[in-house]
Each structure stands twice: as structure tokens, then as C-alpha cells.
């Protein structure tokens, strides 16, 4: 957390001095002799929040900003050496200024973070309750190659175990955390050493699929480990999930990675280091079974009006599902995004289209009106005086079963009657003795009677929590995902939640965010992968960043770091396919899409499609 070093301030003087050299600076001119207007506004408003003392505003300045980044023009004119050099002088004020103001931040997190871990800490040792992640803390060494503490405690790891190990399969290792891994290297190392041939050591993984950075996992465990262990690592090249079609698209997307065009850009030196890394890890992949496959690259119609631009590539996805579920119906059919936020919106197109589909471990039951209706008597139960809930049972066959012909005039009869039904038999039966309602009334359909009937399950299950009040229940209900069985087939989850996954047909429809979002809370460096991080700072922004060489050097390494993993997203999203992989992408107007995997298939793949919609 001392990793900022703030310079000295600039002497008033100078800064006094400096503003008069702006002011009399001369600014670049048109053909016809009167000043480039962005030239001149630069150099108002320079003066402006300097006069002010803004510093932070003064960094946000385009003019500053080119300096800052030793860009060699400001509006198509070059910039001088006399405003480079008055500029410089204002960049190490603001600089000592932003970097002091992060120093102050930085203790106070600290601050806080110490407090916040001993209460934490305090309450779960009273509570006697802790976290997976408590179990590696605390059996960790703090460094490699020093006692942990159950060496320092003098405790006999083999005794504690109740066993010895001689053989260490690990799975999945590029998403090992080094903290897991300090418990288990000595473990490793004492079986690599042994040379009886009878213990061994087995390790699977791939740093291609490490996709899991936001939980500690470090690829460069499983990148150094045979130096580690002196062990000599395979490489499988051979694919026997994927057709040869899949695996070609792979290759022609992923070989040469760092010859793409959209690493051409200006400032992207991040995006071009992490692909070359990528690159470098990436080997031909070969089919293993002769398999029929296909694979697109399709765009979707242009947004109109107000319609947000990622809103067609939904609706295509959408109507690619139905197309390939209707072309297919035995087939298993996955679609992958990146993040979670337009899942519901998805399933819900969906299931208006009649697809049995769900998200990772299922959907809440609220996918269905009969258990809303359900939901809604038993909140009136607990809350007669909700008009709303009233309004919304009054379309229900359910109050009549219950003896009510009016709900929204005898709300609290109602919520009397459902009460004693609580208290007599539970919640199980009294959802139980409203299923006939559910089952024969026409306005429910095959769906909703079987979301209803899962539902009693999951009330029955509830018997352990007797009582008159539902609301708990509720709240369970409106979160708890229950998976359908028929509705396996289609599955619409993020690419993490399809890790290990596969699916005879994937779509791909959220292609077009950056590889790198910079939403970072902290910058972090860890220079040995086996140890503690040794660098932490807030984090204080690119340009913030820029005005010192170490802080610059924390936000291009962690830059790297998001992109590397963006492209193991892709990756294994497009590995997922078995038979069909098809790539969704926004319409461009004819551009590639920028940094982003919507860009990089572009430029990689081509868009030679026969029409508009097919690209490639």
C-alpha cells in the first residue's frame, strides 16, 4: 500500500511563470491567419482551471492529455516545444497533487480494511461459522518454502489427515489460487522428489480456459510448473469433443492472434501484449473423431430509434434457437454470454416462443403465473391491507378454493382463512389441496401446472420452518432456481457457468464488449506467482497512472491481465461446440468492432458472407 511516491510541488513561482509563458504562447493558425479554434479554447481553459487550481480538471484536458502521453498533435497541429515544456511543469504539480490525494485514500483503506478483518474475523471465531476460503488461509505458509502453520504448530500433516498421500491428481489447475497452491505445493514437491516410483503426480490444465482471475486463480502456477516440480509437462493437442469444423474456426480465430488489425491501435499496447501471450500458449488443435459441423459468423439487423444496440443480436439469438431447436429437436443447444444481465431478458423470449430452456442450476419458479399467484395469496396472507395483491389474485382460481369470491372486499377473511390453513396442516398441504385448482383450470398451461407441482415440492420441504408467516417462503421462492428436467436441452448461462460444459450446438451473442473494461477497484502486482501480493493501490485512473512509471507499470499489467482473460473467454466459449458453433455480432456500418472478440472474429475470419446477415 506504499507503492505511491508523490514528487515535490512545483514552487508558486514557477507555476506563476509558467502561466504567463501559456498565456503568451502563440496557438498554430489556419491558411487564412485566424487561430485553430480548439487551440485557442485549449488555452482558455488551461488558464481557467489552473487559476482555479483544478488539477483533476486540468488532466482532462485533450491538450494535457496529448502532452501527457507524448502524442506529437493537438487538432491536426503539432505541439510545440515551448508547450510541451509548460505543460510538463503543470503535469508534475498535478502529479505531486492526485498522487498525495491517493496516498491519503490508500491509508485510509488500509484503515478500514484492518478493522473490517478483525470484527470479521472476531464474528465468525464467536459464531463458530467460516467460509471455504477461511480453509487455505489458514493452513497456508504466508511465502513459498516457509513452515505454514500447521509445520510451525509442530502438527503431523499425515496424522491430521488420518492418512498419507502418495499419488496428487489436480484438476483444472490453471484455476488455482496461490494461496491453494502454498497448501498443496509441499505436498507436490515431497512426492516429485521421490524416487521409489511408487508415489506420483498427476496435473491437468490449461491456461487457455483460465477465465476465473476475479477469484485469485493464476495461470503462471501451471505455466512454470514443470521448472517448479522438474516434471515434464504433454501437451494434448487432439480435440474429441469438437468436429473438425469447430476446431478449424478456433484455429483460424486464435493462430496468429496478434496479427490482428484491431491491435493496430493507437494506445492498445495491453490488448497486443495479451494476445501475444495468448498466442504463444495456443497450438493447432486436431479433431479426434471424425464429427459433421458448421460454423457462422451472423450480424444483426441495425437498432432503431431508442433501441438499444445489443437489443437485435438478443432477438437474433433468440430466433437462431428456435430455428436450430425446431431443425433439431434432440439436440442440446447452449447459449454462452459473458455476463448475466441480459439472461433473464433471453429466457423470456424464449419461453414466450414455447422452449422449455433454463439458466445454470434452472430458474426461479416465478417463471410461472399459477406459482406468482400462489406467491401473491401468501403475501396477502402476511399483509392483507396489499391492494395490489389483491388485484393480482382476483384473476386466480385459487380464493375460491379457500371459500372467497371476492378478494379485492374480503381481503381479510382471506388472509384469516389462509393463516389457519398454516396453522392446521403447513405450508406442503396447503399448496397441495390448491393443485386440482391449478391443474383444471384452462387459463394454466402444461408449464404452469408443472412449475406448480414443483413448487409442492419444494413447500413441503419448508416443514422444517413451521409458522404463520410466509413471507420467508416467499423470498425462497422468488430466488431459489429449480431446474426442469425437459427444459435440459437449452440452456442460456454465462461461458463461466458452462466451464467443463459441452453442447451439440453453442451460440455466441455477446461478442461486442471490450476486452478490457478498466473498472478495476484496486491495482494489484504479484511478481512471484506462488506468493503475496506485494503491490496494492486504489486504483486512481489511466491518466492518474500515466504521471508515474511504477503506477503506469501496475495498470498496463493488469490491463494484460483482463485482456488475456477476455480472450480465454472466448476461447472457451467457442470451445463448448460440439456439432454448431454460430458467432452473433452487432451491426458496425461496416467497421470491425474495435477491441472487442466481435472485432477480433471480424478481422480474423472475414466477413465474405453470401448476404448481410451471414458474415462469414
Not at 509558467?18 to 488555452?43: C, F, H, M, Y
Not at 513452515?147 to 502438527?155: E, F, H, K, V, Y
Not at 497448501?183 to 476465473?212: H, P, R, T, W
Request: negative net charge; contains cysteine.
Amino acid at each position: 500500500w506504499n507503492c505511491v511516491h508523490p514528487g515535490p510541488a512545483v514552487k508558486p513561482e514557477l507555476l506563476a511563470e509558467t502561466r504567463a509563458t501559456i498565456e503568451s504562447l502563440p496557438v498554430p493558425k489556419k491558411k487564412d491567419g485566424e487561430e485553430v479554434q480548439n487551440w485557442k479554447k485549449a488555452r482558455e481553459n488551461i488558464l481557467d482551471l489552473l487559476d482555479q487550481e483544478d488539477w483533476k480538471g486540468l488532466l482532462g484536458l485533450g491538450l494535457v492529455g496529448k502532452v501527457l502521453h507524448g502524442e506529437p498533435k493537438f487538432s491536426s497541429r503539432d505541439i510545440e516545444l515551448p508547450w510541451v515544456d509548460a505543460i510538463g511543469v503543470l503535469l508534475r504539480q498535478i502529479g505531486h497533487v492526485l498522487h498525495t490525494s491517493l496516498v491519503v485514500r490508500n491509508e485510509r483503506i488500509v484503515e478500514l480494511l484492518t478493522r473490517y478483518e478483525k470484527l470479521l474475523q472476531d464474528v465468525k471465531r464467536d459464531r463458530g461459522l467460516y467460509e471455504f476460503a477461511d480453509i487455505p488461509r489458514a493452513l497456508a505458509p504466508r511465502e513459498p518454502g516457509t513452515p505454514g502453520p500447521i509445520a510451525g504448530r509442530d502438527l503431523d500433516l499425515a496424522y491430521r489427515l488420518d492418512a498419507t498421500l502418495d499419488h496428487l491428481l489436480l484438476d483444472e489447475f490453471q484455476d488455482t489460487a496461490p494461496v491453494q497452491w502454498r497448501v498443496l505445493s509441499e505436498m507436490a514437491e515431497n512426492i516429485c522428489a521421490d524416487g521409489s516410483g511408487e508415489q506420483s503426480f498427476f496435473c491437468v490444465g490449461d491456461v487457455k480456459q483460465s477465465i476465473y482471475g476475479w477469484r485469485s486463480a493464476e495461470p503462471r502456477l501451471l505455466e512454470g510448473l514443470s521448472k517448479h516440480l522438474n516434471v515434464e509437462g504433454e501437451a494434448l493437442k487432439k480435440n474429441y469433443r469438437s468436429s473438425e469444423v469447430i476446431l478449424d474456426t478456433v484455429n483460424q480465430v486464435f493462430q496468429s492472434l496478434s496479427s490482428s488489425s484491431v491491435f493496430e491501435e493507437k494506445g492498445k499496447q495491453a490488448h497486443l501484449q495479451a494476445a501475444q501471450q495468448f498466442e504463444r500458449t495456443f497450438e493447432e488443435h486436431e479433431a479426434g473423431a471424425d464429427l459433421p459441423g458448421a460454423a457462422e459468423l451472423r450480424q444483426a439487423r441495425p437498432a432503431v430509434g431508442d433501441e438499444k444496440d445489443w437489443m437485435p443480436v438478443i432477438e437474433l439469438a433468440a430466433e437462431r434457437v428456435v430455428a436450430l431447436a425446431r431443425e433439431c429437436p434432440e439436440a442440446t443447444i447452449g447459449v454462452l454470454l459473458r455476463a448475466n444481465k441480459v439472461i433473464p431478458r433471453l429466457i423470456a423470449k424464449l419461453q414466450m416462443e414455447g422452449l422449455p430452456v433454463s439458466g445454470e442450476g434452472g430458474n426461479p419458479l416465478t417463471d410461472s403465473a399459477a406459482v406468482l399467484h400462489l406467491l401473491s395469496l401468501l403475501h396477502l396472507a402476511d399483509h392483507p391491507s396489499d391492494t395490489m395483491a389483491a388485484f393480482h389474485l382476483s384473476s386466480s382460481p385459487l380464493p375460491a378454493v379457500l371459500g372467497c369470491a371476492d378478494v379485492m372486499e374480503d381481503r381479510m377473511a382471506l388472509s384469516r382463512s389462509v393463516r389457519e390453513k398454516l396453522a392446521e396442516c403447513g405450508l406442503g398441504q396447503l399448496c397441495a389441496d390448491l393443485e386440482p385448482a391449478v391443474r383444471e383450470h384452462s387459463a394454466y398451461s402444461e408449464w404452469d401446472r408443472r412449475r406448480y407441482r414443483q413448487l409442492c415440492d419444494v413447500a413441503f420441504a419448508w416443514a422444517e420452518h413451521p409458522g404463520l408467516r410466509a413471507d420467508r417462503f416467499v423470498d425462497l421462492v422468488r430466488a431459489h432456481k429449480v431446474e426442469v428436467p425437459a427444459a435440459a436441452r437449452i440452456k442460456v448461462m454465462t461461458v463461466h457457468a458452462s466451464k467443463g460444459l459441452e453442447f451439440d450446438a453453442v451460440i455466441l451473442p455477446e461478442l461486442d464488449g471490450s476486452l478490457a473494461t478498466n473498472r478495476w477497484t484496486f491495482l494489484v502486482n504479484r511478481p512471484d506467482p506462488r506468493g503475496m501480493l506485494m503491490t496494492a493501490t486504489i486504483n486512481p485512473s489511466k491518466d492518474v497512472a500515466a504521471l508515474d512509471p511504477s503506477l503506469s507499470q501496475l495498470y498496463l499489467d493488469q490491463s494484460m491481465r483482463e485482456v488475456r482473460e477476455a480472450l480465454c473467454v472466448l476461447y472457451v466459449g467457442m470451445t463448448r461446440a460440439k456439432y454448431r458453433l454460430e458467432m452473433l455480432v452487432r451491426d458496425r456500418k461496416g467497421k470491425d468492432g474495435g477491441t472487442s472478440p466481435a472485432g477480433i472474429l471480424r478481422t480474423r475470419l472475414g466477413t465474405d458472407g453470401a448476404d448481410g446477415t451471414v458474415l462469414w
